[in-house]
């Protein structure tokens, strides 16, 4: 097959590729978050039990994703890639007419595996085909991630009100369609392959700088305490939105809108990135500017709390295709692992994080939960100030 590239040696349609892909595996990553009203009514939810699905989604496609990643350095992406929809799209199309919820935790778990297995190695398709726009391109396919994720909320709950719960699991179709295009076009060997033949990456990292290993942390922290705050926000704000009698049509448009501008405002930051370079600027203002709009969702009732959250969403989503790529950037020759870092471990940590900040909601309420949860952002604010000067000491090193 030949490549066809652009102006900035990018191969078009391999990074067409994986943002489609990631667009539709994202799709199918978020559909119980429709259902969560549903379910609540069906079950009898706790904000516990709420918050068990969200964690249990992200535990699952974020822990192990560090593994899938490692191996998808050392074997090529292409299995991985093809794997990541077929296993999503079965498992978590049954999520609505599951009758029992532990079994639909199993589902949920089980087809996030898909999740983690697919996240790195289309996080390494940039670097890959991304000539010298790898960080445009990662923000690209990130945001076919987030309007996906966005979308998947509404689909499910259109699918829901227009033709029935019984017929969610014939949405895994599409999930199998593309896995097959991928298998036709995505290469079986990536260029750097041959420099990923002897992977001995944890012994690089104890043998690394320590001061890029500060730096590595201040970014998985970073998007740690974004993904508290996502995950918190995508599981309680529906509730929260459904008990000032917004429909579940008009939640999952604004689910949507959250996801889909906050995956609008990575793209900029991506672009930003390539020009600038200056990542830990983009990232402190991602998160300074979140707080209040978070802070307010709570102090404002109707059209003005939905324009709060949707807002916040431009700025708190932002942040994680620049800490990617700047992962990637310090560690070149392990892609798709250090994808794992921002995509796997830190959204895993968040999410056996979430299991007990949502003990704490079922004592506190939503709103003081994420008063608390501003403490994170503001954290990570404080600890990237650190950052240019640890940075300097590593070049003049």
């Known amino acids: 097959m030949q490549v066809k590239t652009n102006k900035s040696g990018a191969d078009k349609l391999q990074i067409s590729l994986a943002a489609g892909s990631h667009f539709l595996v994202d799709i199918y990553q978020n559909f119980y978050v429709g259902l969560i009203p549903l379910l609540t009514l069906r079950f009898g939810l706790s904000l516990f039990k709420v918050s068990l699905l969200g964690a249990t989604s992200i535990i699952s496609n974020s822990l192990f994703a560090p593994?899938?990643?490692?191996?998808?350095?050392?074997?090529?992406?292409?299995?991985?890639?093809?794997?990541?929809?077929?296993?999503?799209?079965?498992?978590?199309?049954?999520?609505?007419?599951?009758?029992?919820?532990?079994?639909?935790?199993?589902?949920?778990?089980?087809?996030?595996l898909g999740v983690a297995a697919y996240h790195p190695a289309s996080a390494a398709m940039a670097s890959y085909y991304g000539g010298n726009k790898k960080g445009f391109y990662s923000s690209i396919i990130s945001f076919g991630g987030n309007f996906g994720a966005a979308l998947g909320s509404l689909l499910i709950i259109l699918i829901l009100k227009k033709i029935g719960?019984?017929?969610?699991?014939?949405?895994?179709?599409?999930?199998?369609?593309?896995?097959?295009?991928?298998?036709?076009?995505?290469?079986?060997?990536?260029?750097?392959?041959?420099?990923?033949?002897?992977?001995?990456?944890?012994?690089?990292?104890?043998?690394?700088?320590?001061?890029?290993?500060?730096?590595?942390?201040?970014?998985?922290?970073?998007?740690?305490?974004?993904?508290?705050?996502?995950?918190?926000?995508?599981?309680?704000?529906?509730?929260?939105?459904?008990?000032f009698d917004v429909s579940l049509i008009n939640i999952g448009i604004i689910l949507l809108l959250?996801?889909?501008l906050g995956g609008g405002g990575g793209v900029l930051t991506g672009f930003l990135y390539d020009r600038f370079k200056n990542g830990y600027i983009l990232i402190q203002i991602s998160?300074?500017?979140?707080?209040?709009?978070?802070?307010?969702?709570?102090?404002?009732?109707?059209?003005?709390?939905?324009?709060?959250?949707?807002?916040?969403?431009?700025?708190?989503?932002?942040?994680?295709p620049v800490c990617l790529r700047m992962v990637q950037d310090m560690l070149p020759g392990n892609v798709s692992l250090a994808s794992s870092l921002i995509l796997g471990l830190s959204s895993g940590l968040a999410g056996v994080t979430m299991i007990?900040?949502?003990?704490?909601?079922?004592?506190?309420?939503?709103?003081?939960?994420i008063r608390f949860e501003l403490l994170f952002l503001f954290t990570?604010?404080?600890?990237?100030?650190s950052y240019p000067f640890v940075s300097k000491k590593i070049v003049k090193a």
Do not use: H
């Open 287 to 320: 998160l300074i500017v979140s707080i209040p709009l978070l802070y307010f969702i709570f102090q404002t009732n109707g059209i003005a709390s939905i324009a709060l959250f949707i807002l916040s969403g431009i700025f708190l989503i932002s942040i994680q």
């Open 380 to 385: 990570a604010f404080l600890i990237l100030f």
């Open 67 to 112: 593994i899938f990643g490692y191996l998808a350095d050392r074997y090529g992406v292409k299995y991985f890639i093809i794997a990541g929809p077929i296993i999503t799209s079965v498992f978590l199309s049954f999520v609505g007419v599951i009758p029992n919820y532990w079994i639909i935790i199993l589902f949920v778990f089980l087809g996030n």
């Open 165 to 243: 719960i019984n017929f969610t699991p014939f949405a895994m179709i599409p999930g199998i369609l593309i896995a097959i295009v991928l298998l036709r076009f995505v290469p079986k060997k990536q260029k750097t392959v041959s420099a990923l033949k002897e992977l001995r990456f944890f012994s690089k990292i104890a043998a690394m700088n320590r001061k890029k290993l500060f730096l590595i942390f201040t970014l998985i922290f970073s998007v740690y305490s974004l993904y508290i705050l996502w995950i918190t926000l995508i599981n309680y704000m529906p509730l929260y939105f459904t008990g």
């Open 356 to 369: 007990f900040l949502g003990k704490a909601a079922d004592i506190i309420g939503i709103e003081k939960l």
């Open 258 to 260: 959250f996801g889909a």
